[in-house]
């Protein structure tokens, strides 16, 4: 199909210092895990970007020398000769795609722990960050910054910058944001210093300025110089100069960069999940930034809609629409529009699933896209899949996000696929969780999957109905996927943290319950010890209607596990806003209509609450019935013809909507297929040079 000519503009080159990006998609620095150590994984991943259509690929965060060292968080290094041959491997296959490439360089100051260099971290004036996200936290404290460390970060810059270029980068980057070390300048409470880098703004703008020109010479007019600068703290600060300080920044540098990549300030806020906040909240921060530079500027702000995009560039916000999770979730998208399939997008839920996988310290992982990060490690791709490799029919029992992302996958392969559904719809859990606050967007897991499936001749959903083991013999596929979800447990949780205790009377709950319609009585108290998002969205849900609404979880923090994917803070604020009173480090113990008992997790000291209503919102069991009847008919299964069953999805291990889908499509992609293709390949580290010398032997302590 021909692109739309609405669109036309995005694809329209921009020019970008001495190089020119081939459109207006820009796939923004973003962390995905991928360290030296998966240099094949990182490149692949990277080139499937460029493949997509981006016009500018950039890496995540690499650290120019070991005085920035954020382990156990995974960050790449270019410290010397050997790293350079690691990232040329992604300047190549980017370039292959016929995008440029970027290297966000980066030294983390003050807000890294040094923890593998063993170096004491530093910063402006020896100021902390006193973080309380359990990844981030530390007990090693920066020092302030002497002249000789100025020196030493600007030559650091400037030879990582050199090895950039020799790598074949196209842009080379200055990154002033985030907490990190030149931003931790910028802001008045990192920076109490007297010399000429504190003080005003002029002052403190300074490491950047030079920053810039050091990278500038390394750059030799081949490359071009970005800075990548966050400017929503600066934005709220008065200026004597300026509208606020941010303006004053941003006139003081407006010519020095030959890109503007403008953001906000911490994780939370610059990627904020769609539970809390619309597509696009960068604007109000970020727009000024274009009427004071003539240079190029990008920005993220979530956008997978081509008519935002175009926005953005009429109205004179951006010049380049970078994405990071747009990206993720669908790194075709620039195709897409390009061959005017913009139906076809699959559109990223802002879930931060893949900011976890960061958090964790593992290869990025998305809920709408599983190929990410599986380019070169299990051969998948995000718009390919392997021919079917025999004419078998494949039955699939359930249609949630398991059942559906298998049966897309195995029909485009071409096998003939029945999908039965118990319910009047698709969507298994995604039908009642997309009725929950905030939690909208994840529909598009779901439409995104009907309508490609609805493309699919060979792909049948039969609504409406439940199949038990009998009817499933009778049907006779080849192979069977039971699809069949879970199911949450009325279970208390023991003091060594492990689900115990049934607790099966009137006034008893769990999120099924409240699925399947059944009204709650109030008080109502939320009981959570899943950590994810299901309590805390159950209490909104709750607050709204069947008030008033009490929140317990053993953990520390509400949604304990929602620091991973920047919700947490907004939990928080969720709660007090609704009026739910937060009980944490507190277990439930006893429970009669009427009354609950609470403990405390540690003391053990007791205390009751009116409660006419528990909802447990706690362990999960796989709903793998049919599965295990099916297992013990192994003679019936013969004669009718069925070759396997399967579990997949939550009726193998329940877990979030991104494990489902990656099963549904892993048991695609490994159908008919050989052993040496399924057993996934594992990435090294290229082969480093052999020290020059090995240290000189000491004499024993002893
Ligand atoms: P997952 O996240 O693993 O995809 P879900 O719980 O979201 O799991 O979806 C499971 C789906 O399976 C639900 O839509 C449910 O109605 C359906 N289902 C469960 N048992 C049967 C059955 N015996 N026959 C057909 N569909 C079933
Ligand atoms: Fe978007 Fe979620 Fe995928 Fe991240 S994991 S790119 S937020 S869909």
């Not at 070390?181 to 003080?199: A, I, K, V």
């Not at 109905?465 to 006779?476: P, Q, T």
């Not at 108290?525 to 008033?548: C, F, I, Q, R, W």
């Not at 000291?605 to 909802?615: F, G, K, Y």
Request: aromatic fraction near 6%; charge should be neutral.
């Amino acid at each position: 199909m021909a692109r739309n000519p609405r669109y036309d503009i995005l694809f329209e080159p921009v020019r970008i210092g001495p190089v020119t990006a081939r459109n207006r998609f820009y796939a923004v620095p973003h962390a995905a895990g991928m360290t030296n150590a998966m240099p094949h994984m990182r490149a692949k991943f990277r080139e499937t970007k460029a493949e997509g259509g981006w016009g500018v690929v950039c890496s995540g965060y690499v650290s120019i020398d070991p005085s920035s060292d954020d382990a156990p968080l995974p960050f790449a290094t270019l410290w010397d000769e050997d790293d350079i041959r690691s990232h040329a491997l992604m300047t190549e296959a980017v370039h292959r795609q016929g995008a440029l490439a970027g290297i966000e360089l980066w030294h983390g100051g003050g807000s890294v722990m040094n923890r593998t260099s063993r170096m004491p971290p530093m910063s402006p004036s020896g100021t902390s960050w006193m973080a309380t996200h359990v990844n981030f936290m530390g007990n090693q404290r920066p020092r302030a910054m002497d002249a000789r460390d100025i020196r030493q970060l600007l030559a650091s810059q400037k030879e990582a910058a050199r090895r950039a270029r020799r790598a074949g980068f196209d842009i080379l980057y200055v990154y002033a944001g985030m907490g990190y070390l030149p931003y931790e300048f910028l802001l008045s409470e990192w920076n109490q210093r007297t010399d000429e880098y504190g003080g005003s703004v002029a002052n403190r703008v300074r490491i950047v300025r030079q920053l810039l020109e050091v990278t500038h010479e390394a750059a030799g007019g081949t490359c071009a110089v970005a800075l990548r600068i966050s400017l929503e703290e600066l934005r709220a600060r008065p200026s004597v100069a300026a509208a606020s300080e941010a303006h004053e920044v941003v006139q003081l540098l407006a010519e020095v960069p030959d890109l503007w990549d403008v953001k906000m300030d911490s994780s939370p806020t610059d990627c904020s999940p769609s539970r809390f906040s619309a597509e696009g909240t960068h604007e109000p921060v970020i727009e000024f930034v274009k009427k004071i530079t003539s240079k190029p500027v990008v920005g993220v702000g979530r956008f997978t809609s081509p008519d935002t995009m175009v926005g953005q560039i009429r109205r004179g916000v951006l010049d380049l629409i970078g994405g990071a999770r747009p990206s993720i979730a669908d790194p075709f998208l620039p195709r897409k529009i390009d061959e005017g399939r913009e139906q076809d997008i699959r559109e990223c839920i802002g879930c931060n699933i893949c900011i976890s996988s960061w958090h964790d310290g593992v290869p990025v992982r998305c809920t709408q896209n599983p190929t990410i990060g599986e380019e070169w490690r299990r051969g998948w791709h995000p718009e390919r899949i392997a021919r079917a490799g025999s004419d078998a029919s494949v039955l699939i029992v359930g249609a949630g996000p398991a059942g559906l992302e298998c049966a897309l996958s195995l029909g485009r392969r071409g096998y003939q696929v029945n999908v039965a559904e118990a319910a009047d719809e698709i969507g298994g859990r995604l039908r009642f969780e997309t009725r929950l606050p905030g939690l909208a967007a994840w529909g598009r897991v779901l439409e995104w999957r009907r309508g490609q499936i609805q493309k699919l001749d060979n792909v049948s959903i039969y609504r409406g109905n439940r199949l038990s083991a009998a009817e499933i013999l009778e049907l006779g596929n080849t192979h069977v996927v039971i699809a069949t979800g879970s199911r949450w447990a009325r279970l208390l949780y023991s003091p060594l943290e492990i689900p115990v205790g049934m607790l099966d009377g009137p006034g008893v709950y769990t999120p099924d319950d409240i699925a399947a319609g059944t009204t709650i009585e109030g008080p109502v108290v939320v009981y959570d010890y899943d950590n994810y998002y299901m309590g805390g969205v159950l209490a909104e849900h709750l607050a709204k209607s069947t008030a008033p609404v009490t929140y317990v979880t053993p953990a520390g923090h509400a949604s304990a596990w929602t620091i991973m994917s920047n919700e947490q803070p907004q939990v928080h604020r969720m709660l007090a806003a609704n009026d739910i009173a937060l009980h944490t480090l507190t277990r439930v113990t006893a429970f009669t209509p009427g009354e609950v008992t609470l403990s405390n997790q540690f003391t053990n000291a007791e205390r009751r609450l009116p409660c006419r209503s528990l909802v447990i919102v706690g362990a999960r069991f796989a709903a793998d019935g049919l599965y295990s009847e099916l297992g013990r008919r192994e003679a019936d299964l013969k004669s009718a013809g069925i070759r396997s069953v399967t579990r997949i999805g939550d009726a193998l291990a329940p877990g979030a909507i991104v494990h489902a889908v990656y099963s549904g499509r892993r048991y695609a992609e490994e159908m008919d297929a050989d052993a040496e293709s399924i057993a996934y390949r594992r990435d090294a580290p290229l082969n480093r040079r052999p020290a020059a010398s090995e240290p000189a032997e000491t004499a024993d302590l002893a």
